[in-house]
Structure formats: C-alpha cells, structure tokens
C-alpha cells in the first residue's frame, strides 16, 4: 500500500482506492471503451461520450454536461461500456494523466478514463479535489512503453484518508469558492480595454490562483482546519460602499436635511443647503408667508 502524499490526521477515514463496500469510501470503478468508428450506426445517439481531450483543455470546468460526440444504443452495447450516473469522478488514465472532472449528467467515456463511483462515506467533490491535489503523485506511478498510463493495479495501492462528512462539505465550499473567484479573471478582463486596469485585473487573478494552490494541500491534509476556521471567521471587512451608505443615512437623518434634496436615487442636480442658505423646503414655505402678508 502506497501510503497518502499529504501527511493527514491519524483519526481521519484510511483506505485504498479499490472499491471497498464495507469502507464507505469507493463503491465502484470502471473504465470505458470506444466502438468503431466505421460503424455510423453506433454513433451520434443520445448517449453522452466523453475523451479526455475534452477536460484537459484549459477553459474546461470541473463538471462535464455536454460532449463532442454520443454513441447510439447500439454503439454502447458494441463496445461493452458503462454508463456512469452523475457525481461520478472521472480521471483520466493517459494523454494525459491526472486530469480530474466529475459527471453532471449519465454518460459514457472512452479506454482513457478510470470512473470512480463513491460510497456514502466520501463526497465526490472531495474526491476529485484530492485526485487534483496528488496529481503529482499520479504521474510519478503512471508508467507505459508508448506513453505514460495510470494502471488500476497502481491506482489501487493508494491510501486515502478522509475526514467526516461535515469536514468534507466545509473544504469543498472554501475549495470550490476560491475556483470560483479565480475563473472570474477572465471574465473581467473582457469587460475593460484599459491595460493598467487588465493588468490589474491578470494580477489578482494570479494571486488568488496561488493562494487556492496553497490552501488545496492544507486542506487536503487537515493543517488548515476548516471547521474551526468557520467559527473565528470576522466579520467582513468595512468597504468604501459600507462608509458610503453610512454618509447617506447620516445626511438623510440631518434635522435640516430635505428628503428631496439629498436623495441619492434620482435626486439628479439637487444639492444640499450651504452655509447661512434655508433648506428648500423651508424657502418655499418662507416665500408662501411673505406673499400672505403682501396682499391687500
């Protein structure tokens, strides 16, 4: 048995990758299989058919919903693969090696994917956040005389350790958050033609991506306990919007501030009262006294 790369706690759940029922953790593993492609008949079906070229290409997210090609009813039996259900953590075998997704939707993979099925002891998520974390470890095992393979036989000397389930959804929600604010990168830098503003943006980007491939092994190996982290968390830093609302109440509760002239939600070109200057309100109802006093 290959003992974890991360150094974990000794009271977390061990055991290896090979399917185990009575451990909770890997409930099933399969591979899949490619019919022929001379065949039109066993292709363009509605069965979803995944390559591993498809999730190592860099825009790829973690879950798989869509594939480039399906096989027909007839192209599965052919074949003789498996339809996995959703939640199945896929990873890929050969070119390349180590490469993590997890199923959105049934479907079906080629010879380059060992599929992992969970027990209820281990969340998918969790799963394919450790492969991700010791993908390093997986390539130094995968061997082959053509190109580099990851064998099941190799596969399942591996030790998992695992912490509770309540542990596991607690790391996912922080891994999975700071993937989320790391993929945002992109997206921004469509929104400005400003280069200082796209470097800017290329930066944090770069910083955030550093700080979840730090936290992904201090996780993974219990050093950064995510349960007590929750529990000292502060509360959210004030921001310039905060002070900025704070200002906007303190103006609107003035006793001689008008409604109307300090609105900030449409109040386009009022302005509040200056120095020795009546509010408005107040002028109208000056000016509508002086003419009541005027009359004849």
């Known amino acids: 048995m290959a003992e974890p790369l991360l150094d974990c706690p000794r009271s977390w759940r061990r055991a290896t990758l090979e399917p185990d029922a009575r451990r909770g953790l890997i409930a099933r593993v399969d591979s899949g299989a490619t019919p022929s492609t001379r065949d039109?008949?066993?292709?363009?079906?509605g069965i979803l058919w995944l390559t591993p070229k498809e999730v190592a290409r860099a825009d790829a997210g973690l879950f798989v919903t869509r594939t480039e090609r399906t096989l027909s009813a007839a192209g599965l039996r052919a074949c003789g693969a498996r339809v996995v259900p959703p939640a199945t953590v896929l990873l890929?075998?050969?070119?390349p090696v180590g490469v993590v997704a997890v199923a959105g939707a049934p479907m079906a993979t080629n010879q380059g994917f060992l599929n992992f099925t969970c027990g209820p002891e281990l969340r998918p998520l969790y799963l394919a956040y450790w492969l991700l974390g010791n993908r390093r470890y997986l390539e130094l095992v995968a061997n082959g005389s053509t190109y580099p393979?990851?064998?099941?036989?190799?596969?399942?000397?591996?030790?998992?350790?695992?912490?509770?389930?309540?542990?596991?959804?607690r790391a996912t929600e922080l891994l999975g958050a700071l993937e989320y604010v790391a993929r945002l990168g992109p997206c921004l830098e469509r929104t400005t033609t400003h280069p200082a503003h796209m470097q800017q943006i290329q930066n944090q980007t770069r910083r955030i991506e550093r700080l979840r491939d730090a936290m992904l092994p201090a996780i993974l190996s219990g050093r950064l306990d995510v349960c007590a982290a929750r529990r000292r968390a502060p509360s959210p830093p004030r921001t310039s919007q905060d002070s900025c609302e704070e200002r906007v109440v303190a103006v609107r509760g003035a006793p001689d501030a008008s409604p109307m002239d300090n609105r900030v939600d449409g109040g386009v070109g009022r302005r509040a009262p200056g120095a020795g200057e009546l509010p408005r309100d107040r002028r109208m109802r000056s000016?509508?006294?002086?003419?009541?006093?005027q009359r004849p």
């Open 92 to 95: 890929t075998k050969r070119a």
């Open 40 to 45: 039109p008949a066993y292709w363009d079906g």
């Open 149 to 169: 393979e990851l064998y099941k036989a190799d596969l399942f000397e591996f030790e998992i350790a695992v912490p509770d389930l309540s542990t596991q959804d």
């Open 287 to 293: 000016g509508a006294a002086m003419r009541v006093r």
